[in-house]
């Protein structure tokens, strides 16, 4: 509930957001333009519909995820400078072939083409519009990634939600805009300069979308100090995160059953598997993870080493691979990764987060061990408390062997986890993410005088989608870090050569290309450094920062 409020409280606010603000003037302005007095709530009504329709088409498919966003950018901007066109020449839209037909009909007169004109026009200057406005907001980010993968109906509601909030303070701002107009008597010239005006700043604001300086613009806002509206929802989105949530062993009573799989996308090394097949055979550690995490990877070796071990005493591990980033939903990546790092036992898609919203699990690792008669009787998140974890798997499997009528000596002494060198985590730097929806430390900028510590600095031309940051031309990357290793996530569509440096001084040249964790810094000791990346090649997309 509380979320539903912030999602109303955060369309309204977006609209005094800096990404926003340079594109008021185009709502205005398409209001004052238009012949109707249902303008308004054509342009408003079209955006929002926009909206929505933009935001399930992201959702939809993993292809259209992975659409750069340039191409949005060159449609809404392109749009936009068309129409402003129109407006500075309005013959130019009857001479398009079909248009002045359609519009007028046969026996239909000039003026009712006119306003069929000014009709479509709304239409789609709305339209345009709706993927800009989609990408202003913390709040529409967290219903886009969070919720709605997790639930279609709760992130719909909440998407219509937020929407509405949008939807109700642009339409204020357009009639105020079109009563003010229809004082003026300069307006009511369709060929006169102030028309033609509106024209001009529709081609302006077409280019500085399609060419990026809008988001230079915004940034600028924000440098400034003001107008920067999404800290409130920083804070209210802040709100509701912290509010207690009952975790999955609380809402499981010591007879509660299993969990089943739910919504599985594909199962990577096996045709298919159930809970409900191995309930009263084996005991099942379910594994939640996602094969970029670079907490995931650590945990793989006792996960391998565990099941190599228990397997035969009746011990099945089922891996629910529950992604982060978009790329992971490829079920060939997926496959690769596993066989690189030795996972022979089942692994589930899902892509969905159909299982993972089944357990209310919120981690990467995450496991959960399963008895022999279907309870959950244990659950660790995250690294760590490997020797408790194996030491459950055994007593479990002893009650196995006593339920199945087993001997249970065979299970020997020794653990398996003992023999594996956990790794100790120096790091002093947190994960942290190039792309908007989760980056909250990220300057694009010149090169800085000084480097604030833990802060993204992306220099030059860069693409910044919900997910990553494209390199675009002249680019590079600049983070002051404590840590001893640093990794990251990253892809290119080629083989593409990024230059590592670490105070200054080449490291290594790596090549990107698969979709997954690189190694960037290995040192003998942990401290503070500044690392920079030179991309040699336009193109490479970079996911997250991790450090260990």
């Not at 999602?7 to 340079?22: H, M, Q």
């Not at 990877?297 to 190599?308: G, H, K, L």
């Not at 790329?327 to 969905?352: C, H, S, W």
């Not at 120096?426 to 994960?431: H, K, N, Q, V």
């Amino acid at each position: 509930m509380t979320l539903l409020i912030v999602s109303l409280v955060a369309g309204v606010l977006t609209v005094l957001a800096p990404c926003i603000l340079p594109l008021l003037p185009v709502v205005i302005g398409s209001t004052v333009s238009g012949r109707s007095k249902k303008t308004p709530y054509v342009v408003v009504g079209s955006l929002a519909v926009s909206i929505i329709l933009f935001t399930y088409l992201l959702k939809a498919s993993t292809t259209f995820i992975m659409v750069p966003p340039y191409v949005w950018t060159y449609l809404s901007g392109g749009i936009l400078v068309f129409f402003g066109v129109t407006l500075i020449v309005p013959s130019i839209w009857e001479k398009i072939p079909g248009v002045a037909t359609l519009a007028t009909g046969s026996n239909k007169l000039v003026g009712e083409g006119y306003q069929k004109k000014s009709f479509i026009g709304d239409v789609l200057i709305g339209a345009a519009l709706g993927p800009v406005f989609s990408t202003c907001s913390p709040t529409y980010f967290v219903i886009l990634a969070t919720v709605l993968p997790v639930s279609f109906v709760e992130g719909s509601v909440y998407l219509f939600t937020y929407t509405a909030g949008l939807s109700a303070a642009l339409l204020l701002i357009a009639l105020f805009g079109q009563r003010l107009a229809g004082k003026l008597s300069v307006v009511a010239d369709s060929s006169g300069y102030f028309k033609k005006g509106i024209g001009v700043l529709f081609v302006i604001l077409g280019l500085m979308i399609a060419t990026g300086y809008e988001k230079k613009l915004e940034t600028r806002i924000l440098d400034s100090g003001y107008f920067d509206i999404t800290k409130i929802e920083h804070l209210l989105l802040k709100k509701v995160q912290e509010e207690p949530k009952p975790s999955a062993k609380s809402q499981m009573p010591a007879s509660q059953n299993y969990i089943e799989i739910t919504e599985p996308a594909g199962f990577v090394n096996t045709n298919s598997i159930t809970m409900k097949e191995l309930i009263g055979k084996k005991v099942i550690l379910v594994d939640f993870m996602t094969y970029s995490c670079i907490n995931c990877q650590r945990t793989f070796p006792y996960m391998t080493a565990w099941y190599e071990k228990y397997k035969g005493q009746g011990l099945e591990i089922v891996g629910i691979h529950t992604p982060e980033f978009a790329f992971e939903k490829n079920i060939d990546n997926v496959r690769a990764a596993m066989q690189k790092f030795g996972i022979t036992y089942p692994v589930v898609l899902d892509n969905d987060y159909g299982t993972w919203k089944a357990y209310d699990n919120n981690y990467w690792p995450r496991k959960y061990l399963i008895d022999i008669r279907g309870n959950i009787v244990y659950d660790h998140a995250g690294e760590g408390n490997y020797e408790e974890t194996e030491m459950k798997i055994r007593e479990l499997l002893d009650e196995r062997a006593t339920v199945m009528g087993e001997a249970t000596s065979a299970l020997g002494s020794d653990l398996a986890a003992e023999r594996i060198a956990s790794p100790q985590n120096f790091a002093r730097s947190p994960e942290t993410y190039f792309g908007a929806l989760r980056n909250k430390v990220r300057a694009n900028s010149v090169r800085p005088s000084f480097i604030i510590p833990n802060q993204l600095y992306l220099i030059g031309d860069w693409n910044i989608s919900e997910e990553y940051a494209q390199a675009v031309r002249d680019a590079s990357v600049l983070y002051r870090y404590n840590a001893k290793n640093v990794y990251i996530v990253a892809e290119a569509d080629t083989d593409t050569l990024v230059d590592v440096l670490q105070d200054g001084k080449l490291l290594r040249t790596i090549t990107i290309k698969q979709s997954t964790l690189y190694t960037l810094v290995e040192d003998a000791q942990a401290g503070e450094y500044l690392l920079e990346l030179k991309p040699k090649q336009p193109g490479v997309r970079f996911y997250a920062f991790t450090f260990g």
